[in-house]
Every structure is written in structure tokens, then in C-alpha cells.
């Protein structure tokens, strides 16, 4: 009896080991870290399968619509992003070179001055870092009476002395030495200030190639440095980015890998994007790249060469800078500011790939009739380019908007809100399959 007694009470304790113990976890549809795809938003309630089947029900989420077959399975390595950038080996900076290193990179005039008092910098360093800052906002005449009064020994950062040497023009005294993300952060700041003025200096020397990789290099950098990132420096570089690259990656002369293909009888723009893609069934372009590569403004013609771009072209998005860049390969193509998830109905964060694109698009709303384009009630703008995640579309993606002053704010519900030109610009260039990864 005793025994039986026994045998019972372990037989209740597995079935209460049972009963509580959690089943394991089932794996998302697409694999992906991150689990399934994210809920829907309240203003991005954008499913692609809606655009043909109407709204979405407000008690049963709709069917997902069917994906091209390039999308049907997670995203092969073809779709792959590059690696995030390495973690710096170096110590985390301090607080106060954060902000020291940010303000001589982005300061405005009196700014620096404030900061060096608030961090309490003085001596040699102080007069270090005020002649480099003369230096490359042009004021020549004080860089060099600041930079006179430094004593030969002075105990200044060897690389800081360096970077002002530079500045004041006197490069042979030291090699060149390029950004990088090991650099403590005042030196980062001030190797950027240095590229930024060489970018500025090719670009009015017709050097665009040279620039565009400058300026690609500098807004790759600002969305991953120590410092917050600053509005009014990624626009002026932004903008610097697409002068250069009129004339380098858009132009269908520029020095950039391609292939080449001879336009034939009968032949337009899809057709052409098919046979690359038949020959090329690991690559992705659309008609939008191709033509803007060879700015195609019109017809295209039996023995014309074409050139179409071989590099993986990617999207990453940046929230902490609300902004979004555009690249081929490595390189930075395109860069815009952008409207993010506002408070509440924050954009997640990723790897995605580019789902259904429309024009003039109408915005579903879970339990509401849709609403047209055009409607004040439609925040989508101009352009829909939606988010697939494990083949299949989410709630997700880029869209123009009907309120510009909403660019640069965390406002919408979720999706990525662009300018209508801006939107209008990626949606034209951006391949169906494209990777996009979304970092905080």
C-alpha cells in the first residue's frame, strides 16, 4: 500500500510538471529573429492582398495575396543586406566626448564655444580644437593665429594635432588618414569634417564620382556614430549626394560595374529587364533603374546599349536619424528624410524585402471602407511600396504623404512616410525583392 501510495503521488506531480510546463515556441513563417510579421498599424493598415480584394475584415484578418515567386520562400542570399558595421573594439567613449566630438562636427556659430566651457576643456586642446573648427568653416585668418599660439610640445592627442595640421592645409606633414569607426569620437568628428570638405571640393571640381563615394561615406557614418544624428548636416550631404551622383551612378557614362545589353527589334524596357534577368536569374532591376541609369527619357532604339546595374541594390532605414538610404552595393545612390512610427505605434525594426508596389494608392483600414486616392482621409501620398517578411506582405512599408511637415517627426502609425517627389524617386529605382533593414 505504501508503495502504491508512492507511485500516485509521482504520477500527480508529472501531470502538474505537465500541465504548466510552456510548449515550445513555433518558429515564424519566414524564420526570421524577429518572430511573424508585425501587427498591423492603425494609419498603415495596408495589406497588398486589399488592392484587389477590398478591406480587410475587422473580425478575420484577410487572405495574404499571392506573392511572385521570388518572394514565395524567405529571402535567399541574393537579398541579403551587408553585415551591420563591426562594433568598435575601442572603449566606450565617455558622455562628454560624445558631445564634444558631435558639436565640433554639427556646431552652429557659439555652439562649440559653449560646449568646450560646459566639458570644461582647456589649454592646448581647447586651442587645438577652436583652429580646427576655424579651419574648416573657412575662417583661415584665426585658424592660423589660434593654431600659432600652440607651443611645439604642447600636450595635445596626437591624432587631434594631426587632423589640425590637415585642416590648415598642411596634408604632407601627415598621411591622410581615412574615418573610421574605432576612432575615439572627437577624432571620428573631426576626420569627417575633413571628408566632408574634400567631398565639397571634388564636387566643385567636377570629380563625382570621387564626391558621391565621399558623401556616401559620411552619411553611413553619421547614422552609425556615437553622437545623435544632426538634421541639418544629412540634408546639406544628402544634397551634395545627388549632385555627384547626376553625374556618376545616373549617368550612363559613369565609372560603375554593369552589363551591357544591345537593345533589338522590338525591344522596350521590360523586355529588356526579362532577358537580363534570364541570364542573371540571382540579380533584381527594374524598369524604373534601367532607365534612370541610361537616362532613358523616351523611345528606345534597335542598336542602343544599355547598361544595367550589377550591384545588390538595398535599402537601410535609419529611425534614430529618420532617415532612409539607398544603395548600391556599398555605395549610397539616394538619401531622404523621413516621417517614422510616432509614439505608441512605433516602426519595428528588421529585415524586410520589397513587397507590392502602387501608384495613386487607396489606404484600407481594418473595419472601414477603403478610401480612395486623392481622399484628404488617405495618408498614403502618391506611392505604396510594401514590406514582405518570410513571402508575405505585412502591414508595413514606404509611402508619400499629404503632409509634409510630418517629415522627420515620429507621426505616422507605423510605415515610413516620404516626401510624394521622394517616394515617387525610390519607388521608380527600388526592385521588387530589394532588401530593406529597418535599425533603431
Known amino acids: 500500500m505504501r508503495s502504491l501510495a508512492l507511485l500516485l503521488v509521482v504520477a500527480a506531480a508529472l501531470l502538474l510538471v505537465l500541465r504548466f510546463y510552456p510548449s515550445s515556441p513555433v518558429e515564424g513563417a519566414g524564420g526570421d529573429p524577429a518572430g511573424a510579421a508585425p501587427a498591423a498599424g492603425f494609419e498603415d493598415q495596408f495589406l497588398a492582398d486589399a488592392l484587389s480584394t477590398g478591406p480587410a475584415s475587422a473580425t478575420a484578418p484577410a487572405s495574404p495575396?499571392?506573392?511572385?515567386?521570388?518572394?514565395?520562400?524567405?529571402?535567399?542570399?541574393?537579398?541579403?543586406?551587408?553585415?551591420?558595421?563591426?562594433?568598435?573594439?575601442?572603449?566606450?567613449?565617455?558622455?562628454?566626448?560624445?558631445?564634444?566630438?558631435?558639436?565640433?562636427?554639427?556646431?552652429?556659430?557659439g555652439e562649440l564655444a559653449e560646449t568646450l566651457a560646459a566639458q570644461k576643456i582647456a589649454g592646448a586642446r581647447r586651442t587645438c580644437l577652436e583652429a580646427f573648427a576655424a579651419a574648416i568653416a573657412g575662417d583661415r585668418e584665426r585658424a592660423n593665429a589660434l593654431a600659432a599660439g600652440l607651443a611645439a610640445g604642447a600636450d595635445l592627442p596626437a591624432e587631434e594635432r594631426q587632423a589640425l595640421d590637415l585642416a590648415l592645409g598642411e596634408?604632407?606633414?601627415?598621411?591622410?588618414?581615412?574615418?573610421?569607426?574605432?576612432?575615439?569620437?572627437?577624432?571620428l568628428a573631426m576626420r569627417m569634417a575633413l571628408l566632408a570638405q574634400e567631398a565639397r571640393g571634388l564636387l566643385a571640381a567636377g570629380a563625382s564620382a570621387a564626391a558621391a563615394r565621399d558623401f556616401s561615406e559620411l552619411l553611413l557614418l553619421e547614422i552609425e556614430a556615437p553622437w545623435p544624428s544632426d538634421r541639418a548636416v544629412l540634408a546639406a550631404w544628402s544634397e551634395g549626394l545627388a549632385a555627384a551622383q547626376r553625374?556618376?551612378?545616373?549617368?550612363?557614362?559613369?565609372?560603375?560595374?554593369?552589363?551591357?545589353?544591345?537593345?533589338?527589334?522590338?525591344?522596350?524596357?521590360?523586355?529588356?529587364?526579362?532577358?537580363?534577368?534570364?541570364?542573371?536569374?540571382?540579380?533584381?532591376?527594374?524598369?524604373?533603374?534601367?532607365?534612370?541609369?541610361?537616362?532613358i527619357a523616351g523611345p528606345i532604339h534597335p542598336g542602343d546599349e544599355l547598361r544595367i546595374p550589377t550591384e545588390p541594390v538595398h535599402v537601410i532605414v535609419d529611425l534614430g536619424a529618420r532617415w532612409v538610404l539607398y544603395l548600391h552595393g556599398t555605395e549610397v545612390v539616394g538619401a531622404w528624410e523621413v516621417g517614422i512610427g510616432r509614439p505608441g505605434e512605433e516602426t519595428v525594426t528588421g529585415n524586410f524585402v520589397v513587397g507590392e508596389k502602387n501608384e495613386d494608392p487607396t489606404w484600407f483600414k481594418l473595419g472601414q471602407d477603403p478610401v480612395p486616392f486623392g481622399d484628404p482621409r488617405n495618408?498614403?501620398?502618391?506611392?505604396?511600396?510594401?514590406?514582405?517578411?518570410?513571402?508575405?506582405?505585412?502591414?508595413?512599408?514606404?509611402?508619400?504623404?499629404?503632409?509634409?511637415?510630418?517629415?522627420?517627426?515620429?507621426?505616422?502609425?507605423?510605415?515610413?512616410?516620404?516626401?510624394?517627389?521622394?517616394v515617387e524617386e525610390l519607388f521608380e529605382i527600388l526592385p521588387v525583392g530589394a532588401a530593406i533593414r529597418v535599425q533603431g
Not at 379 to 398: A, C, D, E, H, K
Open 65 to 109: 495575396a499571392p506573392s511572385s515567386p521570388a518572394l514565395a520562400s524567405p529571402p535567399s542570399a541574393r537579398d541579403a543586406l551587408p553585415p551591420e558595421p563591426p562594433v568598435a573594439s575601442a572603449p566606450a567613449p565617455s558622455s562628454a566626448e560624445t558631445v564634444l566630438a558631435g558639436a565640433l562636427l554639427h556646431a552652429r556659430p
Open 171 to 187: 596634408a604632407g606633414a601627415v598621411p591622410r588618414a581615412a574615418p573610421a569607426r574605432t576612432d575615439g569620437p572627437v577624432v
Open 247 to 295: 553625374n556618376h551612378r545616373w549617368n550612363p557614362r559613369g565609372d560603375w560595374p554593369a552589363v551591357e545589353i544591345t537593345v533589338e527589334e522590338g525591344d522596350h524596357l521590360t523586355a529588356i529587364r526579362k532577358r537580363y534577368l534570364a541570364e542573371h536569374p540571382d540579380r533584381l532591376v527594374c524598369t524604373g533603374l534601367i532607365a534612370r541609369a541610361n537616362r
Open 379 to 422: 495618408p498614403l501620398g502618391s506611392r505604396w511600396i510594401g514590406w514582405n517578411q518570410g513571402g508575405r506582405p505585412t502591414s508595413y512599408g514606404f509611402h508619400g504623404t499629404r503632409d509634409p511637415e510630418s517629415i522627420g517627426q515620429a507621426a505616422s502609425d507605423g510605415c515610413i512616410r516620404l516626401l510624394d517627389r521622394d
